[in-house]
């Protein structure tokens, strides 16, 4: 094989930033290892608070350690007892790596595993040229899914695992924040049958890439008053489905405030702290019922991921904004850092 050392985005230091520098290849394989080439890797708002070094990112990483988790690669060998995958598949993978021996993963909840391991958190990532993997977490990709795509899915995973937790047909759909998930999520309801999809969002960039990815109406909260708005689309009754993909307090209560009575709310943002709102106007006594979103079902979610890209259901490319050469990850962070960017992917 190649050389025996590789490029590699690190977290060198506990301190802001990332530095390209080579590293030993980790072939040394257990008997469940996977060794997969890295062909495309994207840069997740997780690897911007790596980056950062925010408070998060300080409890969690141990540098010296590799970033990166969302990716798509090549398997070039394999520990001796791995049965699912062989040399030369195209692969995608799971971020989380779950126990397999916990009650949640001995129960078909391996997305909410009890003692979850995350790549490029836990353990070293995947911005390198080599990156090993257990086999529990791959899947083998289409080859007919282009590689941009491929490596976005986990992101993907996210946007359908949400949208998909209650049927959509002919129902009124509420999407707070489009981010690059929350874009993505707009095309997931839109291809489920929504009757109309509302997005909520303050900034352009992720106003167009909404309009892009079909939104039907973009409204942006700090101009007009957004349950006004939903309402008058809405025979006066409001969303019957939210989905938070935001992260931001002030969307979340102006969502739940947006939706008719017994309406379901999916919630994918992660906060920066403790909420305090009026939970019993705004959600018992509406009678609304609450799925919180942890990662992609195991496979169910990659299945679908999987058939909506190789059958052209969902068309991707109005997300993946940027595509840069690994070396050149710090302009595709600036970007993401500024919110002008859909999904940023390096090439190794
Ligand atoms: P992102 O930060 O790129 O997107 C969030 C969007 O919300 C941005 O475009 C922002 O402009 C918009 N926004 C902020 N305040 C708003 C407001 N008041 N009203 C309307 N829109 C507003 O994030 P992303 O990568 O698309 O991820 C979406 C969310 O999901 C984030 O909170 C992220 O942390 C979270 N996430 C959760 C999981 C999970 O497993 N639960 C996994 C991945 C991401
Ligand atoms: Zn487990």
């Known amino acids: ?50 980056y950062n070094w925010d408070a998060w990112s300080q409890e969690r990483i141990r540098p010296p350690q590799i970033d990166g988790h969302e ?23 799971e971020t989380h790596i779950p126990c397999q021996k916990c009650l ?8 909410i595993c009890k003692n979850m391991q995350i790549l490029g958190v836990h353990r070293d990532g995947v911005f390198a040229e080599y990156v090993r993997v257990p086999e529990v977490v791959l899947w083998k990709v289409d080859p007919s899914i282009p590689l941009e795509y491929a490596s976005i899915m986990e992101p993907f995973g996210n ?11 002919g129902k009124n759909v509420l999407i707070t924040g489009a981010g690059p998930i929350g874009a993505m999520a707009v095309a997931v309801a839109k291809v489920s049958g929504a009757a109309q999809v509302i997005v909520s969002e303050i900034k352009e960039f992720r106003k167009e890439l909404a309009r892009k990815m079909g939104a039907d109406v973009i409204i942006d909260p700090t101009k007009e008053d957004l349950t006004k708005k939903v309402k008058a689309m809405t025979e006066d009754n ?8 935001s992260g931001n307090t002030t969307a979340f209560k102006q ?19 403790e909420l305090s709102f009026d939970i019993n106007g705004l959600f018992t006594f509406k009678g609304l019922t609450m799925y919180g979103i942890t ?41 993401m850092i500024r919110g002008i960017s859909g999904k940023v992917i390096l090439e190794f």
């Open 104 to 111: 949640q993963c001995r129960t078909g909840k391996m997305h």
């Open 238 to 245: 409001g969303a019957d489905v939210l989905l938070e993909m």
């Open 159 to 169: 946007a359908i695992h949400t949208a998909l937790v209650t049927d959509l047909t």
């Open 295 to 335: 990662g992609r079902k195991m496979f169910e979610t990659w299945q679908v991921a999987t058939q909506l890209l190789k059958n052209k259901r969902i068309d991707l490319s109005p997300v993946v904004t940027h595509i840069l050469p690994a070396e050149k990850f710090e302009e595709g962070f600036d970007v």
């Open 1 to 50: 094989m190649e050389s025996e050392t590789m490029i590699a985005i690190v977290k060198e230091r506990p301190a802001p930033g990332l530095t390209l520098k080579r590293v030993p290849v980790p072939r040394e394989l257990g008997p469940h290892d996977v060794l997969v080439k890295v062909k495309r890797a994207s840069i997740c708002g997780t690897d911007v608070h790596i």
């Open 255 to 273: 969502g739940l405030d947006s939706l008719t009575n017994g309406a379901v709310v999916s919630l994918l943002g992660v906060f920066p702290g």
């Open 71 to 93: 990716f798509t690669g090549e398997v070039v060998s394999i520990g001796g007892d791995v049965s699912t995958v062989k040399v030369g598949d195209s692969v995608v993978s």
